[in-house]
């Protein structure tokens, strides 16, 4: 949920140019609606919904305007048909370097419970279409728990993740110290949210957060890549997977299980499920609808 310490970004690198998935989206998304963001569409077939955060002097940081617009993106593609996956980045120096702690200084306890602080920073997590995460650069604070509320994420070779909010006298708020003790386990979570101390691409990878690091000039490309597999399956039987495992955080194995088993009989009242199976043993491409 915090940002990088002051100190810390002062002494950041400069700006490194942006592989050509982030110019192409800056270039088609002039005149855009949003202010913190870019939104377009990528891959052969423009399947893939794709939003860059756009706040770069800032690193990217999380305030409440860009959140807003990020939810509204994300309702867009919901809503889209056409679009079956989305992939999440920022710039080649920061996914994003934490909340704007400018707009949270002068905050008070009464304000933050009356108003329930954060709420709608969780929208990511209820998306129905899978997300993937493009990370490169410093995923910290608010960066890496909206990471965290991505399905997958890929690395960049030179990202780092971090809850540093402990250095700023307060404690993650956006689902840090739940989703990272669930990816990473206790003692490397319970590390992290205690010193601040930072994880590099490799170590998050052996450690069960990110699913694959690529370097960094790659990192947006792959993603996308992902997200065009994903996207060539049924949307409804992809929205059924991804809530049956989801389910694997929150139920015991029994319910577990039970989740499973009632999503894996649905799949039977659906005509893509009927339409896959007739296509394996015909031994062609299935041409899935998304009924």
Not at 90 to 107: L, N, R, T
Not at 124 to 140: C, R, S
Not at 261 to 268: G, Q, R, S, Y
Request: charged share 20%; glycine share 8%; hydrophobic share 45%.
């Amino acid at each position: 949920m915090a940002a990088l310490c002051r100190a810390a970004v002062a002494s950041l690198c400069a700006p490194r140019t942006l592989p050509s998935a982030l110019a192409a989206v800056r270039a088609s998304s002039a005149g855009a609606q949003y202010q913190h963001i870019l939104v377009g569409k990528k891959g052969e077939k423009e399947n893939v919904g794709f939003i860059q955060l756009n706040r770069t002097k800032a690193l990217n940081a999380l305030c409440d305007a860009l959140m807003r617009e990020l939810g509204q993106a994300l309702d867009e593609f919901e809503n889209d048909p056409a679009v079956g996956a989305i992939v999440l980045t920022g710039s080649e120096k920061a996914f994003a370097a934490g909340a704007d702690i400018k707009e949270m200084e002068s905050k008070t306890f009464q304000e933050c419970y009356a108003g329930n602080f954060l709420s709608h920073w969780n929208r990511v997590a209820t998306a129905k279409k899978p997300v993937i995460a493009a990370v490169n650069g410093y995923a910290l604070g608010g960066g890496c728990e909206l990471a965290m509320m991505c399905d997958i994420i890929y690395a960049g070779d030179k990202a780092q993740f971090g809850q540093p909010e402990i250095l700023l006298g307060t404690i993650p708020g956006a689902g840090g110290t739940q989703r990272l003790t669930r990816a990473v386990g206790k003692s490397l979570a319970m590390e992290m949210v205690l010193t601040g101390d930072r994880i590099s691409a490799q170590e998050a990878k052996a450690n069960g957060l990110v699913s694959k690091v690529y370097p960094a000039s790659q990192v947006v490309d792959e993603a996308i890549r992902c997200g065009e597999k994903i996207a060539s399956n049924s949307k409804l039987i992809t929205a059924m997977a991804k809530e049956a495992v989801n389910g694997a955080f929150e139920l015991t194995l029994a319910e577990g299980n039970r989740l499973e088993k009632h999503l894996f009989h649905a799949t039977f009242s659906t005509i893509d499920r009927k339409e896959g199976m007739s296509a394996f043993v015909a031994k062609r491409k299935a041409n899935f609808t998304d009924q």
